[in-house]
C-alpha cells in the first residue's frame, strides 16, 4: 500500500531564516505530487504541483519554491521565510492528475 | 464554485442525528468528485468520491448525491458520532485539467 511522509512535523523558524520541507511517498511509481498551504480556519491553497522529476509548475508566485529530485520526493523551499509564510503545509499525490489525492500528515510552520 | 481561502462556514447538529453538507461547483466539465475529511492537526482524509456517469454512491454511513443539473454536490452522514466532528472538504476535477479545485470546506460540530 502506499504511504505519503513529511517532516518535520513541526517548526519553529525566525524570519529570514531559510526553509526546507520534504515529502516522500512510498509504494508507488511516477506519482503526482503537491504541495499545499492552509491558514488557520482556512481552506487549501495549492502551491506547487509536479507531474514528473523536475517538472514543477507553480500556481501562486511567492516567497516558495519547490523541486523534485527524485520520483518519489518532493520538497518545499524558501531562501528567507516571511511571517506570512506560517501555516500548516500539506503534501499530497495521485496517480493521475485528475484522481483522487492522498495527503500527508502535514507540517505546522511558525515564522517568528 | 470554489473559493480558496475564505473562512469556512459552519454546521452543528446533535449527535445521533443525519448531516448534509453542500457543495455547489460551477463548470459544466467537472467530471470527478471527492469528499475529504479534516480533523484538528491532520492532513485531509478520503471519504468518498463520484464520478459524473452517476447521481448517487453510499459507504458506510455516508452517502454523496451529485445534480448535474444544478452543479451541486453533498455528503450526508446518517447517525452522527462526535468522531465526525471535522472539517469536510469536496474537490472537484475538470476534465482535461491538471489538478482537482478544492471547496472551501464546512466545519461540523456534533453537539452530545
Known amino acids: 500500500s502506499q504511504t505519503i511522509h513529511q517532516w518535520p512535523a513541526t517548526l519553529v523558524q525566525p524570519v529570514g531564516s531559510p526553509l526546507s520541507l520534504e515529502c516522500t511517498v512510498e509504494g508507488t511509481s511516477n506519482p503526482n505530487l503537491y504541495w499545499y498551504r492552509q491558514a488557520a480556519g482556512r481552506g487549501l491553497q495549492l502551491l506547487f504541483y509536479?507531474?514528473?522529476?523536475?517538472?514543477i509548475s507553480s500556481e501562486v508566485p511567492q516567497n516558495l519554491s519547490a523541486s523534485r529530485p527524485q520520483d518519489r520526493q518532493f520538497i518545499l523551499s524558501s531562501k528567507k521565510l516571511l511571517l506570512s509564510d506560517s501555516g500548516f503545509y500539506l503534501c499530497?499525490?495521485?496517480?493521475?492528475?485528475?484522481?483522487?489525492?492522498?495527503f500527508g500528515p502535514g507540517t505546522r510552520l511558525t515564522v517568528l | 464554485g470554489e473559493s480558496v481561502g475564505l473562512h469556512l462556514p459552519t454546521l452543528s447538529v446533535q449527535e445521533g442525528d443525519n448531516s448534509i453538507i453542500n457543495c455547489a461547483y460551477s463548470?459544466?466539465?467537472?467530471?470527478?468528485f471527492i469528499w475529504y475529511k479534516q480533523e484538528s492537526g491532520k492532513g485531509p482524509q478520503f471519504i468518498i468520491d463520484i464520478r459524473s456517469n452517476m447521481d448517487k454512491r453510499q459507504g458506510q454511513r455516508v452517502t454523496v448525491l451529485l445534480n448535474k443539473t444544478v452543479k451541486h454536490l453533498s455528503l450526508q452522514i446518517a447517525a452522527t458520532q462526535p468522531g465526525d466532528s471535522a472539517v469536510y472538504f469536496c474537490a472537484v476535477a475538470i476534465q482535461g485539467a491538471q489538478k482537482l479545485v478544492f471547496g472551501q470546506g464546512t466545519r461540523l460540530t456534533i453537539n452530545p
Open positions: 509536479s507531474v514528473g522529476i523536475g517538472q
Open positions: 463548470n459544466s466539465a467537472s467530471d470527478y
Open positions: 499530497a499525490w495521485s496517480a493521475l492528475v485528475t484522481d483522487t489525492q492522498y
